[in-house]
């Protein structure tokens, strides 16, 4: 089945601990993206890759950092999370013409 | 700067139609989409427009785009308690890469 992992669903974790959220298509999408999801907001890009080793900011990455080191993965990781990045997190990959988007990654940061 | 603006509520009635109003800014975009959100899951493609065009139809769904104005619109017919969702409005830019903006989503409520 085409489709765009994410792991965890679901994480609580404290202020300043390093983690990462992985990210896995099975599609060959170039595109692969994260956007994070808040209320009244709603999506804002954190960056984007356009292909391996290619990656760029979107409008909200400062604390995040994300690698395409391989077609298929996309981590984000947050090298010192802060309560503020407390959110809904959304990996997307597509080949040009709309994203496919996984399930989410509810994150808490206390 | 860079927006896409949508109304956060619609409510309709089970069997009316329902249309879903959106605006951008950026009158270099290529394409321009709608997405579904059900709770708790992630979004789905529902349709896109390329921004030549000025109307897509598929199935109960049609897409309006009025590029002079800005304005793209989602009629969903025959809405059904099924269609109970978000619904977010995206345009992709002609950046060169791949920006894809989306609005704050409207969330239709269907009575029966």
């Known amino acids: 089945e085409a489709q765009v992992t994410q792991n965890p669903r679901y994480l609580i974790t404290v202020t300043g601990k390093k983690l990462t959220v992985t990210c896995s298509q099975n599609?060959?999408?170039?595109?692969m993206s994260w956007y994070r999801q808040d209320p009244g907001l709603g999506l804002r890009q954190i960056y984007y890759?356009?292909?391996?080793?290619?990656?760029d900011k979107g409008d909200v990455p400062e604390g995040y950092k994300v690698s395409r080191k391989e077609k298929r993965n996309f981590p984000l990781i947050l090298e010192s999370p802060s309560p503020n990045q407390t959110s809904l997190y959304f990996c997307?990959?597509?080949?040009?013409?709309?994203?496919?988007f996984g399930s989410g990654t509810r994150l808490t940061v206390v | 700067g860079e927006d896409v603006e949508q109304s956060l509520f619609l409510s309709v009635r089970e069997g009316d139609s329902s249309v879903i109003n959106c605006t951008y800014t950026d009158s270099s975009s290529t394409y321009l989409y709608w997405y579904k959100q059900e709770p708790g899951a992630g979004l789905q493609l529902l349709t896109y427009i390329f921004s030549n065009m000025d109307m897509k139809q598929d199935q109960r769904l049609t897409v309006l785009l009025n590029k002079k104005d800005k304005h793209l619109s989602l009629r969903i017919a025959d809405t059904q308690t099924g269609d109970s969702a978000i619904y977010f409005c995206?345009?992709?830019?002609?950046?060169?890469?791949?920006?894809?903006?989306f609005g704050a989503g409207t969330r239709l409520f269907v009575k029966a």
């Open positions: 599609m060959n999408h170039e595109y």
């Open positions: 890759s356009m292909n391996v080793e290619v990656t």
């Open positions: 997307a990959s597509s080949l040009g013409r709309g994203y496919t």
């Open positions: 995206a345009e992709t830019q002609n950046t060169g890469g791949f920006k894809t903006i």
